[in-house]
């Protein structure tokens, strides 16, 4: 199991109702992390609908995980 | 001077003043694309918008997709911004201004940018209707309309 930071934005923010929260997980990539957390929230949107940054970095779903990282869900962007 | 940048702003966008960042002697045409927010949405009457971003990550974005323009287009420069905060039915919400020697390859490029910003640029639009519940356009949520863009 590791620890890290999880932050939600927009429609995530909403539906986790909160911003942040610490997690402790045994996912490998960011695809495990996020299953576990749409369970957890009632999140509705495919994964491959959304994006997913490591430390401030877009990064692919089955990046590698690492105790300590700050990882950020986007629900399906919509500018313009 | 930088001859391309995208940037998010707080405040009121001046596609006036943004367009006279592309003069170039060198340049024969310039395109320049302004999205505005419509007072509707899937048959909803929308009375005003929120745009909510993650700023580093979208600057960073933003600017990869003008880079990648100027190397895939001959253009001379390209600029976007895209606004944040609360905007008003008529607010230019998005503007991309691209400069070239020759029209084909302006337009080529603007809509080029465009369409890239709005697929990955990580920007959330919310919407406030006349009736109902605001909404998150794009994404699922129980029991409430889920919009398309």
């Not at chain 1, 939600?8 to 990539?29: H, K, N, W």
């Not at chain 1, 009632?42 to 490591?54: E, Q, Y």
Request: charged content about 25%; proline content about 3%.
């Amino acid at each position: 199991m590791i620890e890290l930071q999880a932050e939600y934005f927009a429609a995530f923010r909403e539906q986790a109702g909160c911003s942040s929260e610490p997690v402790r997980t045994a996912a490998g990539t960011v695809a495990e992390l996020y299953a576990e957390i749409a369970a957890k929230h009632g999140f509705l949107d495919s994964m491959t609908r959304c994006k997913v940054a490591i430390n401030d970095e877009l990064v692919e779903w089955e990046s590698p995980l690492a105790a300590g990282d700050k990882v950020l869900f986007f629900p399906p962007v919509a500018g313009g | 001077m930088d001859k391309n940048h995208f940037k998010l702003a707080t405040a009121a966008l001046e596609p006036d003043r943004l367009k006279r960042e592309l003069l170039d002697d060198k340049a024969g045409a310039a395109v320049c694309f302004e999205g505005w927010v419509r007072n509707h949405h899937a048959g909803e009457a929308v009375t005003a918008l929120e745009y909510e971003s993650h700023a580093g990550i979208a600057e960073k974005e933003g600017q990869r997709i003008l880079d990648e323009a100027v190397s895939r287009f001959e253009i001379i420069a390209a600029f976007g911004q895209h606004r944040v905060g609360r905007l008003e039915i008529g607010d230019c919400a998005v503007w991309v201004g691209v400069s070239a020697a020759h029209r084909g390859a302006a337009f080529d490029a603007c809509r080029y940018i465009i369409d890239e910003l709005k697929a990955r640029v990580p920007i959330w639009k919310k919407e406030h209707y006349v009736e109902g519940p605001s909404g998150w356009v794009n994404c699922a949520t129980r029991g409430a309309q889920a919009t398309h863009s």
